[in-house]
């Protein structure tokens, strides 16, 4: 687990954004703050949504490429006249 702490906190440095599996299943996250002493990860979703992750329910973290922006909330089109 100690190894893993100090990855997470060169991936939130370098803000790379990492694939998060659990028992749930899986998804890209941006992450922005490791909390050790209480095993949470903050990070933000693909819609830009702060989340925290317990890491006590990961079964892997590995950083991923994304092509494009990480941010995939619906763009609002906005008409003038």
């Known amino acids: 687990m100690r190894e893993l702490y100090k990855q997470l906190m060169v991936w939130i440095e370098e803000k790379q954004p990492v694939k998060i599996k659990t028992d749930q299943g899986e998804a890209t996250f941006l992450p922005v703050k490791l909390y050790k002493d209480v095993h949470k990860l903050f990070a933000y979703n693909r819609k ?16 991923t490429r994304i092509y494009g922006s990480f941010d995939i909330r619906e763009e609002q089109v906005v008409h003038m006249y």
């Open 48 to 63: 830009m949504t702060l989340i925290n992750i317990s890491l006590d329910k990961v079964i892997s973290i590995e950083p």
